[in-house]
C-alpha cells in the first residue's frame, strides 16, 4: 500500500505489483482485498529468492470481459523465477462463478488462478484458494517444489476445478493439505516424477454428481428412492496417452492421507492408442469415507464426448503399482477396479492389507479385474481375479 494500493476489492491494484522497491519482497498486507486483473511476474530475476508475502487477501476481476485480448487461460502467472516463496496465511479467491454457468454449456477456455511454470525450489505454505475459473494450482517444467499446509475449496458443482495439477515436473512434496473442489484433488499429467504426498484430506467431494438407487421395502411395497450425491475424483495419476500421445508418470508415493466422499479414490487412467508407461506408484496408510471406486486402473479410458467402439492395440504400460494398507468404505459394488488393456495388460500390481467395507449395510462389496498381474494378500474384499 506504500505504493498507492487501495486495497478494497473493487479497485484495480495490478500496476502496483509491477513497481521495484529494491527487495525481493512483495507483501499483500492483512485484513486488506486486493483485485488483481490477469497479471504475470516473470523472471529470472537477480535474487537468491523471491517472496511474494500474502497475508491480506487477492479477488480475480468480477467480470470475464477483463480478459479481452489476454491469455484466457491464466490469472496470476508466476514464471521463470529461482526460488519462489509464497507465503503468509492469506487468500486467493478466483471468483470462477462467472466462468462456471457458460462453460456447462459450451466448452470454453477459462483461467487457472495460480499457474507455476518454470520456477525451480518453489515453496508454497500457509494459502487459502478459492473458486477458481478452472484448476487452482498448476505447475509445469518446475522441479524441487514444497507445498504445504494449504486450503483448496471450491463449490460441489464448479466444473473442472481441480486442486493441484503437475505437468513436467519432479521431485514435488505435497504436505499437510486439505483440498475439496469439483475435479480431482491433485492429478499428475505427462512428465511427472518423484512426487510425494502425504497427510492430505482430499474431500469431501465438491463435485461430480452421481445417482445413489436405494431400494426399500415400505408397507409391502418397493419404494426406489434416488438421492443425489456430490462427488469428485480424488487422486488422479493422468490421463496419460490421449490422441496417440507418448506420455509418463512414475515414483509417486501416497501415504497416511484421507479420501471422503469421492467419485474415484486411487485412480490411473490412460487412453487406448497411446503409448509410454505410468510406473512404480504407491498408495499406503489411506483411510476412505464413502468412495465410489476407491481403487481403479482404467486402461482404456475415453473421454465420454469422443467415445468411440474403435480398438486399440497399443496402450500406457501400468506397472509396480503398490497399495498397503487401505482401510475404509465404498459407496458402490465394486471397491477394486483394474480394467487393463490388451497385450500384457497391468503389470506388477501388489495388494496388502486391504480393508474396504459397504457404505450399505448388509452389501457385499467384490474385486473386477481384466487382464490385471499381480499378487493380493489380506484383502476384503477378495482379490481373486488378479493373474500371476
Known sequence: MDYGAIGNGITDDSQVC??????????????????LKPLKFIGPCGFSSVHFQLEGNIVAPNSTKEWTGLNPNRWIDFANINGLIIDGGGQIDGRGSVWWSPCKVKICQRPTALFIHNCPKLQLSGTRHLN????????????????????????QDSPNTDGIDITKSSYILIQNSTIATGDDCIAMN???????????????????RYRYIFIMEFLNAKISLSLTLFLAPVLSVGSLGAKKAYETVEHVRVHN?????????????????????????SFEHIVLTNTKNPIIINQGYKDVENDDDKIEESYVEVSDVTYGDINGTCADQIAINFNCGGGEGC????????????TLSGKTLRASCNNAHGSATSTLPPVSCLLN
Open 18 to 35: 509491477a513497481l521495484e522497491n529494491g527487495t525481493a519482497t512483495l507483501k499483500v498486507p492483512p485484513e486488506k482485498t486486493f483485485m
Open 132 to 155: 477458481s475459473a478452472r484448476n487452482h494450482i498448476s505447475i509445469n517444467l518446475s522441479n524441487d517444489i514444497n507445498i504445504v499446509n494449504i486450503t483448496i475449496t471450491a463449490p
Open 190 to 208: 505427462n512428465g511427472t516424477s518423484n512426487v510425494n504426498i502425504t497427510d492430505v484430506t482430499c474431500g469431501p467431494g465438491h463435485g461430480i
Open 257 to 281: 492421507c484421507n479420501f471422503k466422499e469421492a467419485k474415484n479414490g486411487m485412480r490411473i487412467k490412460t487412453w487406448p492408442g497411446g503409448s509410454g508407461y505410468a510406473r512404480d506408484i
Open 347 to 358: 503389470t506388477g500390481i501388489i495388494m496388502q492389507e486391504i480393508n474396504i467395507t459397504s
